[in-house]
């Protein structure tokens, strides 16, 4: 419908999600493909939620992508959650991405790890081992990337993943979008990768979609680049894109 730019940021608004969806895939996949062009493989991060859904559906149903040449990576995990829990954002992976298409492999984040401070660090490790080619990711209702919540989004921040306490509006979002059905069935906390490791990613692609995230957008495309909005790091990245359809772009 239209395409502006705010900042770095290329920004492209759609009728509908199903539009949106399906040009934030092909381009995805187009990013992989350049990246496998240019070297023996691929690193990949998707991200878990609603806002994902029918991007990952056209993205693992188009061709032309040398699958077995990706490795894949997830950007947060609830603290506590088993890897076989239905709402483990790992089973999201498992069922959305990783036993859909054959992957060189995914890295898993593990909730339920003894020490969730040292399962951030070893999650870490493994970035920095695998620089991301792509980074696939959604803004939450608070402006969140990941888990990082506006109380603690660090721009600067010197860890790759880190554990962090969710705020009561990531925890009311996962109510809202049906993961969870009670609020204090919601984890407390969770590993999130960080601000400045999500935008190390060569190429960035994020999607929102909904009335929900108009005041985010709004925020992240009007407002200071700072923490209390963490999507407006979106802006300092100089291959990123932001595909909103008609509702989450109501304000801008």
């Not at 009728?15 to 187009?30: G, N, Q, T, W």
């Not at 496998?36 to 690193?43: F, P, Y």
């Not at 990576?73 to 829990?85: I, N, T």
């Not at 990941?146 to 790759?160: E, I, M, S, T, Y």
Request: contains cysteine; negative net charge.
């Amino acid at each position: 419908m239209r395409r502006f730019a705010v900042d770095a940021l290329d920004v492209r608004v759609f009728e509908d999600d199903v539009a949106l969806a399906s040009a934030a895939a092909h381009d995805a996949a187009d990013a992989i493909r350049t990246a496998l062009l240019e070297s023996d493989g691929a690193n990949v991060m998707f991200a878990a939620g609603v806002s994902q859904l029918i991007f990952l559906d056209v993205l693992m149903s188009l061709g032309g992508i040398d699958w077995p040449r990706v490795t894949a990576f997830h950007m947060d995990e609830y603290v506590g959650l088993p890897s076989g829990h239905p709402e483990s954002l790992q089973t999201f992976m498992r069922d959305r991405v990783a036993t859909r298409i054959s992957l060189r492999g995914f890295h898993f984040m593990i909730g339920d790890a003894p020490d969730a401070k040292s399962e951030a660090a070893r999650y870490g490790r493994v970035l920095r081992e695998h620089p991301l080619d792509l980074c696939c990711l959604g803004i939450g209702v608070n402006g969140h990337l990941a888990f990082n919540d506006p109380h603690v989004a660090d721009f600067g921040d010197r860890l790759d993943a880190k554990v962090v306490e969710l705020d009561e509006a990531s925890r009311l979002q996962q109510v809202d979008e049906g993961h969870f059905a009670t609020f204090g069935d919601v984890p407390e906390r969770a590993i999130t990768v960080t601000i400045p490791a999500l935008m190390r990613a060569r190429c960035l692609i994020a999607l929102a979609m909904g009335s929900r995230k108009a005041e985010p957008v709004h925020s992240a495309l009007k407002g200071v680049v700072g923490a209390a909005c963490p999507a407006s790091a979106l802006r300092r990245h100089p291959h990123a894109t932001l595909y909103l359809d008609a509702a989450a772009a109501s304000l801008v």
